[in-house]
């Protein structure tokens, strides 16, 4: 590990005021997801004495394929593990656009050479696990407190003034106490009353397949999207073993299990999505399909509270139809520690200065990923024939313009 001083920097305010070292602060994390252990890492390597709670017996094996775009992998770099996350993933050549309807080509935009050239890095699809097992191990060798198998819940104190946790029935104080307990915070429902979970209106539905088993549409080094009526499947590859990962998304009005690990049937899946012969023969390889609804928050007016701080999904649950959930989970931790190390003498103040400049993004990201939804679930025949003819125009005439309208995201550094 870096030496404290070298990754801090000399304090300004602290030169000129003669002051003493900056504070050492007791930091706990709630939630061992990308947000928890990235924060964990910025926190650790600005000197604080950090420990992570994870409700699971152990890290989690969950989930398929994650997209990291050229602002996570900024992130990732200042943490030296961009290279390895890198090296997990794969780096898909094309993003290539369908209608539904007759498998029907919209069009295709060169990823790899072209993000690589406009951002600086390019974008990389990877299997969660893979992606959570790397941030463990480097978590492990900074020797950060990991307490697995309980868990950590918030416990107001009688004078109000700051939280602490609640764990084994222990009571536990913290200076800090860093909230990434993902998309159904049980810290934020508690917490931040003030801040409304969005009625539930979407579903996935998940699976991966092997590629030897799958026509080249498939199968290619590419992410595919197809715009069906009323709802839209993604697959891409993961880097993991030959796996594609197929994700179906529609408009979901009944109630459905928050578990990542909640299993339908591959007659259910096929009735639920009305698939044509097509689709059914492509697909008849499959064995486990994933269900889980989309939960979206609503938009919070602060992220931080006392000595409470939110970061990844617990800050807020974004549609996921601009790919940034683990993105802004990185972005988040990478602010955090940011806004700490520059206020090394005043912890609300840059809690409060995280919490603005975070807020204004989460607006922004909001708004475009619940555009993206309205585009990709049009049912009216005529509104989606003029979107798709518009949409081919501009990828085939203008596809840099494609990007720029993304420029905001992707060109994030930190
Ligand atoms: C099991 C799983 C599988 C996923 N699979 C995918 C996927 O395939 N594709 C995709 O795009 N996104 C997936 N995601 C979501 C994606 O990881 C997040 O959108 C993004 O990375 C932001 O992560 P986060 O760290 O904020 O939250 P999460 O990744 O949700 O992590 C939250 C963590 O907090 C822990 N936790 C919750 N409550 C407590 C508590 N009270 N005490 C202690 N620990 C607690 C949880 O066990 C979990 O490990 C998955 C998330 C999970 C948890």
Redesign the pocket.
């Known amino acids: 590990m870096r030496g404290v001083k070298e990754i801090i920097g000399t304090n300004r305010l602290e030169e000129n005021l003669g002051l003493s070292k900056p504070i050492k602060l007791r930091v706990a994390i709630?939630?061992?997801?990308?947000?928890?252990l990235c924060s964990a890492l910025f926190l650790r390597r600005l000197g604080h004495d950090v420990t992570v709670?994870?409700?699971?017996k152990s890290i989690?094996n969950?989930?398929?394929?994650?997209?990291i775009t050229s602002n996570g992998l900024h992130i990732l770099e200042k943490l030296d593990l961009c290279e390895l996350v890198v090296q997990a993933g794969l780096k898909p050549n094309n993003l290539c656009l369908y209608d539904e309807d007759g498998f029907r080509r919209i069009g295709s935009l060169e990823l790899l050479n072209g993000l690589k050239h406009r951002y600086g890095r390019s974008f990389i699809a990877l299997h969660?696990p893979l992606l959570i097992k790397i941030l463990f191990q480097k978590v492990k060798s900074e020797k950060i407190k990991v307490k697995f198998g309980s868990?950590?819940?918030p416990l107001k104190t009688r004078d109000e003034k700051n939280v602490s946790i609640s764990y084994k029935g222990e009571e536990i104080k913290k200076d800090l106490i860093v909230v990434?307990?993902?998309?159904s915070s049980?810290?934020k429902k508690t917490i931040f009353t003030e801040i409304k979970t969005r009625s539930i209106s979407q579903a996935a539905y998940?699976f991966l397949l092997n590629k030897r088993n799958l026509p080249p549409i498939f199968s290619h080094n590419n992410i595919n999207l197809f715009f069906g009526r009323g709802r839209h499947f993604v697959t891409y590859p993961t880097g993991n073993k030959d796996m594609i990962n197929f994700v179906f998304c529609k408009r979901e009005k009944s109630y459905l299990v928050n578990d990542?690990k909640e299993k339908v049937t591959k007659q259910q899946f096929f009735k639920d999505f009305e698939l044509n012969d097509c689709l059914r023969i492509c697909l008849s390889n499959v064995k486990t399909v994933y269900r889980w609804p989309i939960i979206e928050s609503g938009l919070p007016s602060a992220i931080h509270k006392k000595n409470v701080v939110l970061?990844?999904?617990?800050a807020h649950g974004m549609l996921?139809y601009l790919a940034q959930?683990?993105n802004k989970?990185l972005e988040d931790s990478w602010e955090l520690a940011k806004y700490i190390k520059t206020y090394p003498l005043d912890l609300n103040k840059s809690l409060k200065k995280y919490s603005e400049k975070r807020i204004k993004r989460i607006k922004k990201l909001d708004k475009v990923s619940r555009l993206n939804e309205k585009v990709y679930h049009l049912e009216q025949r005529v509104i989606r024939a003029v979107f798709l003819f518009f949409l081919s125009c501009m990828i085939t005439l203008a596809p840099k313009a494609f990007f720029k309208r993304f420029d905001w995201i992707y060109s994030y550094k930190g």
């Open positions: 709630i939630g061992a997801g990308v947000s928890g709670f994870e409700k699971d989690k969950e989930g398929a394929g994650i997209q969660r868990r950590a819940l990434a307990d993902g998309v049980g810290w998940r990542w970061v990844g999904d617990a996921p959930g683990a989970a």
